[in-house]
């Protein structure tokens, strides 16, 4: 059984930082596109960062980019994202997504749609 689980999020002031963490199980972790989306309430739910696990690129939003760090402990099937200088706007329910199975032959989508399996998402705050 697919599972993902986010944890990690919390309440800072503004230009805190935060690590989140996502465990994944229940299908072969490396080679498979996740992702980190977003979403605030009344807001459509947006791309963070996508990787392709096991040691591939990370590619990341502009509203992010430079801010963040995505990485990974395969060992442990375990997806990060370190989020620096954050802002109000930051403030949204994080979630960890992969797509299973891999596709090998093909670039990672960035829609979320594309995404079959979600966690629970984490919750970050960040206060002015």
């Known amino acids: 059984q697919v599972q993902l689980v986010e944890s990690g999020g919390d309440s800072v002031p503004a230009g805190g930082s935060l690590r989140l963490s996502c465990v994944a199980s229940?299908?072969?972790?490396?080679?498979?596109?996740m992702g980190w989306f977003r979403q605030a309430p009344g807001k459509e739910r947006e791309r963070v960062a996508i990787i392709r696990t096991g040691g591939g690129t990370t590619h990341y939003a502009d509203s992010v980019k430079g801010r963040s760090t995505n990485s990974e402990d395969a060992a442990k099937n375990t997806l990060y994202l370190e989020m620096n200088s954050l802002k109000p706007e930051d403030t949204a329910m994080y979630y960890c997504?992969?797509?299973?199975?891999?596709?090998?032959?093909?670039?990672?989508?960035?829609?979320?749609?594309?995404?079959?399996?979600w966690g629970q998402g984490t919750q970050v705050t960040v206060s002015s």
């Open positions: 997504a992969a797509e299973v199975p891999a596709r090998f032959s093909e670039l990672c989508y960035i829609v979320p749609y594309k995404y079959n399996y």
């Open positions: 229940g299908y072969t972790y490396r080679g498979v596109c």
